[in-house]
């Protein structure tokens, strides 16, 4: 109904009737009258009030949120099965990647296919994630993430298990005008099926999810510690390790989201890492893009090689790797503290033949 129409036609009605009645009856007229407008001036006023509401309503759903925002609103309308509100934060030819597959393989293009994946991957896993730690750099988002489930129904091959299963993951989202125009997840795909027992090998415990709102990063770091993360990435690729121990603080930590695994000081890093070496001795750790945000660098990285050694149970394969890893490395007065390695177990089995999926190095190129 309309306040105001009603209003005026009300006050309208009361005068023409004190024209019309008998001058005998027109003092009591006039007193009606008077209770009317009084009535109406109460109507005028509780109207004012609802339009001063209705306004700070429309300003505050006129005011843009923060790139930040965007992303947390988006994840919890999605664990909401509110899949329609999350995508209106997605432009309309919007590109949602997971990094390394299986499935999807390829990116995903539009909101139609992306809402598709979605529906399939919670009827099959009951997704939901909880955002631990939000980096805010202007038109990129980084979200690290927990990712929690349960396998209650098929996917692909995989029979439902009714197993929880749950990783860590980082989500990037690049935001064009308040609208996220790609995506990329970094998520263990292989600890997922491992957690099923769809593949053989140690499943990573299941993250706890987190009980307090997400930490927000935001602002200027210093751009030298960018020259220092590439430093070390170049150093890696000729197998010089004293990069530990100039760049990293003694007692620095690397966490490998993909198995839960923390290795603390240089001399357990530089085990890994030898390991991974003798795997794939032509190793080359390449920054593709990096942001700094904070005292952390947030990096999109890949590593090419051959697999010429035997790593874990897996003997060689002399097959080439191209893989696609995302690290967040908190960096404290100048020097490494902490790295936070995100990856897909799931590409290097498919490369190496061991996954059924993409098995040459060309077919998941970094997009």
Not at 28 to 44: F, S, V
Not at 132 to 149: E, S
Not at 162 to 177: F, H, I, P, R, S
Not at 353 to 363: I, R, S, V
Request: hydrophobic share 40%; net charge neutral.
């Amino acid at each position: 109904m309309n306040t105001m129409k009603t209003f005026t036609t009300t006050t309208l009605g009361w005068a023409m009737l004190a024209f019309a009645i008998p001058a005998c009856q027109k003092d009591a007229g006039d007193a009606k009258t008077a209770d009317a407008k009084k009535i109406d001036t109460k109507k005028l006023d509780a109207k004012a009030d609802v339009d001063k509401d209705k306004g700070k309503d429309k300003d505050a759903a006129a005011k843009p949120v923060d790139n930040a925002t965007l992303v947390t609103n988006g994840m919890k309308a999605f664990n909401e099965r509110n899949y329609d509100a999350a995508l209106a934060n997605f432009t309309d030819d919007s590109e949602w990647v997971l990094v390394g597959g299986p499935d999807p393989a390829e990116p995903l293009n539009g909101k139609a296919a992306i809402k598709a994946q979605w529906e399939r991957d919670v009827a099959a896993f009951d997704v939901k994630l909880f955002p631990t730690r939000i980096f805010d750099a202007g038109n990129l988002v980084v979200a690290q993430t927990v990712f929690q489930g349960n396998h209650k129904g098929e996917y692909g091959s995989m029979k439902p298990t009714n197993k929880d299963v749950g990783v860590e993951g980082l989500y990037l989202a690049w935001v064009d005008n308040g609208k996220i125009k790609k995506s990329e997840w970094y998520a263990n795909i292989a600890g997922v099926m491992a957690q099923t027992g769809a593949i053989p090998g140690p499943a990573p415990a299941i993250p706890a999810a987190p009980t307090s709102a997400p930490e927000t990063v935001k602002g200027a770091g210093d751009e030298n510690n960018i020259a220092t993360t590439k430093e070390i990435y170049a150093a890696f690729s000729k197998a010089d390790w004293s990069v530990l121990d100039k760049h990293f603080v003694a007692d620095a930590k690397h966490v490998s989201a993909a198995d839960g695994k923390t290795s603390t000081g240089a001399a357990e890093m530089k085990k890994g890492l030898q390991e991974w070496a003798k795997a794939v001795p032509d190793w080359k750790l390449d920054a593709i893009e990096t942001f700094v945000v904070g005292p952390y660098v947030l990096v999109r990285s890949t590593s090419t090689g051959t697999h010429k050694g035997k790593f874990g149970p897996i003997k060689a394969t002399n097959k080439p790797v191209n893989l696609h890893e995302a690290q967040v490395i908190e960096f404290a007065d100048g020097k490494v503290k902490t790295v936070y390695l995100y990856e897909n177990h799931a590409e290097f089995l498919a490369q190496i033949g061991q996954l059924p999926g993409p098995n040459t190095a060309d077919a998941v190129a970094q997009k």
